[in-house]
């Protein structure tokens, strides 16, 4: 065998390490895509306690949930969301 392939133990050990994680919440949530369905589900993820990767390719949007805002109760809504418990990155 080259070593290529995981055994059957590896994925088990994987599968309790990750386990572990989510349980505890010490496991980082990535979610791709920052729109309607993404922005929803790193909030319902950081209201349950864990910490967030969010990631999208329109620069502007990351800008957006990256930096104070000034444009009403949309920014403060999205600053509540993100406070201390989101990372918001872009590579456009």
Same mark, same amino acid.
């Given at each position: 065998?080259?070593?290529?392939?995981?055994?059957?133990?590896?994925?088990?050990?994987t599968?309790?390490?990750?386990?572990?994680?989510?349980?505890?919440?010490?496991?980082? $949530?990535?979610?791709?895509?920052?729109?309607?369905? &993404? #922005? +929803? /589900?790193?909030?319902?993820?950081?209201?349950?306690?864990? !910490?967030?990767?969010?990631?999208? $390719?329109?620069?502007?949007?990351?800008?957006?949930? &990256? #930096? +104070? /805002?000034?444009?009403?109760?949309?920014?403060?809504?999205? !600053?509540?969301?993100?406070?201390?418990?989101?990372?918001?990155?872009?590579?456009?």
């Open positions: 065998m080259d070593g290529s392939h995981a055994t059957a133990t590896d994925k088990r050990t599968h309790a390490r990750l386990q572990d994680l989510i349980e505890t919440g010490r496991a980082v $949530i990535g979610v791709i895509g920052l729109g309607y369905v &993404g #922005l +929803p /589900l790193v909030r319902a993820f950081a209201g349950s306690g864990f !910490r967030c990767l969010g990631f999208d $390719i329109d620069r502007s949007k990351v800008l957006k949930l &990256g #930096l +104070p /805002l000034t444009d009403g109760e949309k920014a403060q809504a999205i !600053r509540a969301l993100l406070a201390g418990q989101t990372t918001v990155e872009g590579r456009p």
